[in-house]
Antibody, heavy 123, light 108 residues
Framework: QVHLVQSGAEVKKPGASVKVSCKASGYTFISYDITWVRQAPGQGLEWMGWISAYNGNTNYTQNLQDRVTMTTDTPSSTAYMELRGLRSDDTAIYYC????????????????WGQGTLVTVSS | DVQMTQSPSSLSASVGDRVTITCRTSQTNYIFLNWYQQKPGRAPKLLIYGASNLQSGVPSRFSGSGSGTDFTLTISSLQLEDFATYFCQQNYTTPPVAFGGGTKVEIK
């Protein structure tokens, strides 16, 4: 069975950084991209970007590309999303999901999701 | 950037009702359209991919249709467990992924 398990909730001050992890199991990690999506309280879904677990290619949304870095660690089948320079409007639930089109093969759907990680930015 | 417009933004329905949600995209070239269900406090769940393909394990009362710029999600007979928010999502856009604003299905 495919599972994506994310790290726990975080509370950060404005200007700080946060790094969320997403540990995959039940499939060949390098065969799929990992996508990151966030959802502000009571709002819709916002695509943040994706990373190829095969070669590390990334594609970030334009409005976050200066502050976000996505990485993977193949031996542990874990993906990471780091967001720097946190602001109050970064308060959201952050999800990882399997799927994406970072280059090479494309899997244009998100079929398994992590449970979400609440990141709260508050002074 | 592509614009994806879902309608209605919310609706009230009763168990057994037929429910239709629409998604219109501003993109006119190749579309790969997916639908997700999200319940409060839970991650989204893939229901339909490629406009009309039912994801494994999803009940057959859910169906998707459409082409070009207009797509539809239909629930043929609404069940209690279907009260949730539904999102459409498109790939191959600029930016590469776009989500609709969501449709909240509530109990009448």
């Amino acid at each position: 069975q495919v599972h994506l398990v994310q790290s726990g909730a975080e509370v950060k001050k404005p200007g700080a950084s946060v790094k969320v992890s997403c540990k995959a199991s039940g499939y060949t990690f390098i065969s799929y991209d990992i996508t990151w999506v966030r959802q502000a309280p009571g709002q819709g879904l916002e695509w943040m970007g994706w990373i190829s677990a095969y070669n590390g290619n990334t594609n970030y949304t334009q409005n976050l590309q200066d502050r976000v870095t996505m990485t993977t660690d193949t031996p542990s089948s874990t993906a990471y999303m780091e967001l720097r320079g946190l602001r109050s409007d970064d308060t959201a639930i952050y999800y990882c999901a399997r799927g994406g089109c970072s280059g090479g093969s494309c899997y244009p759907l998100f079929d398994y999701w992590g449970q979400g990680t609440l990141v709260t930015v508050s002074s | 950037d592509v614009q994806m417009t879902q309608s209605p933004s919310s609706l009230s329905a009763s168990v057994g009702d037929r429910v239709t949600i629409t998604c219109r995209t501003s993109q006119t070239n190749y579309i790969f359209l997916n639908w997700y269900q999200q319940k409060p406090g839970r991650a989204p769940k893939l229901l339909i991919y490629g406009a009309s393909n039912l994801q494994s394990g999803v009940p057959s009362r859910f169906s998707g249709s459409g082409s070009g710029t207009d797509f539809t999600l239909t629930i043929s007979s609404l069940q209690l467990e279907d009260f949730a928010t539904y999102f459409c999502q498109q790939n191959y856009t600029t930016p590469p992924v776009a989500f609709g604003g969501g449709t909240k299905v509530e109990i009448k």
